[in-house]
């Protein structure tokens, strides 16, 4: 998305002032010791652990619908579709992009399980799950080579559905969001 040339400008003088400012307004090292004063107080501080365990809810939402979504949209409804067939048109660019999701999701799914360590609900509601989504760390390279893809795409909307009714029973519903496809390119 391009930037338009100029809030560059307003940027690029803004932090020039800012820069000019803080130089002119001390004497020698005390200058570099106030700013590096104010550097450390603009630094934002860990949250407490109640803090923590109200945004490890959110963020798991939030990993988790984006792992629901990929894998809804790149790997279930093709696999529906009957795309991952062989002879299918347009099979090799849809094997691709479901191995694509399969990786995303499953970087989605582990940070999600992170998230939910610090809550204590939702710890216990996605401890029986840790296997199913550690198992699906080599599921995208059978999809990316059009190995079983009946039973990786099953073995993918499985889990996804599990995580989603743990997330539920914990009071953490999870929705479905497609994420774009430069998210899945970049991980």
């Known amino acids: ?35 590096a004063a104010v550097v450390a107080a603009a630094t934002p501080s860990s949250s ?13 939402v939030a990993n988790a619908g984006l792992a629901a979504g990929a894998t809804y949209q790149w790997i279930v409804k093709p696999w529906k579709a009957g795309k991952f067939k062989k002879g299918a048109k347009g099979r090799r660019t849809a094997l691709i992009k479901a ?25 216990k509601a996605l401890a029986p799950l840790s296997a199913g989504i550690d198992s699906l760390k080599n599921l995208p390279s059978k999809l990316r080579k059009g190995d079983s893809t009946d039973a990786t795409a099953g073995a993918f909307d499985d889990i996804i559905n599990k995580v989603k009714d743990a997330g539920k029973s914990a009071g953490a519903p999870v929705t479905d969001k497609v994420p774009s496809t430069s998210q899945l390119s970049g991980g």
Request: hydrophobic share 40%; net charge positive.
């Open 1 to 35: 998305m391009p930037v338009p040339i100029r809030r560059l400008v307003v940027a690029l003088t803004v932090c020039c002032a800012l820069l000019a400012g803080a130089t002119a307004c001390g004497s020698g090292s005390s200058a570099t010791k106030d700013t």
């Open 48 to 60: 407490s652990t109640v803090e923590k365990q109200k945004l490890s809810k959110t963020r798991f």
């Open 99 to 123: 191995a694509l999701a399969g990786t995303f999701a499953y970087n989605r799914l582990k940070a999600a399980k992170r998230n939910a360590e610090g809550d204590p609900t939702l710890s």
